[in-house]
């Protein structure tokens, strides 16, 4: 099982930054693909983007594209998601989680952190 615990949520206003982070331990974490992902209320979890904690390599979603970042640091064991341009529409409860592949459904991941929340004022 690998653990996770985000941090870094927060109330914005439309067009600020926030950079969440994931902190990973347990076991193997460094084999997995991390994803992002965020609930808005009412509606389902929505894939937001991955990245392979061996290459570094990552995927968008459509949404995000060009405003959100995903990196990674190895010595700290930890994912981040820097989130650019934000707009109301990317309030949201974010989480990460851990898989063996990329994929956009979270069925496919196996482990999930608490979660934390980021809100976007108008």
């Known amino acids: 099982q690998v653990q996770l615990v985000e941090s870094g949520g927060g109330l914005v206003q439309a067009g600020d930054s926030l950079r969440l982070s994931c902190a990973a331990s347990?076991?193997?974490?460094?084999?997995?693909?991390m994803g992002w992902f965020r609930q808005a209320p009412g509606k389902e979890r929505e894939f937001v983007g991955c990245?392979?904690?061996?290459?570094?390599?990552?995927f968008n979603a459509d949404s995000v594209k060009g405003r959100f970042t995903i990196s990674r640091d190895n010595t700290k064991n930890t994912v981040y998601l820097q989130m650019n341009s934000l707009k109301p529409e990317d309030t949201a409860v974010y989480y990460c989680?851990?898989?063996?592949?990329?994929?956009?459904?979270?069925?496919?991941?196996?482990?999930w952190g608490q979660g934390t929340q980021v809100s976007v004022s108008s």
């Open positions: 347990g076991r193997a974490f460094s084999r997995y693909v």
């Open positions: 989680a851990a898989g063996q592949y990329c994929r956009t459904y979270s069925s496919d991941y196996d482990d």
């Open positions: 990245i392979r904690w061996s290459s570094g390599s990552t």
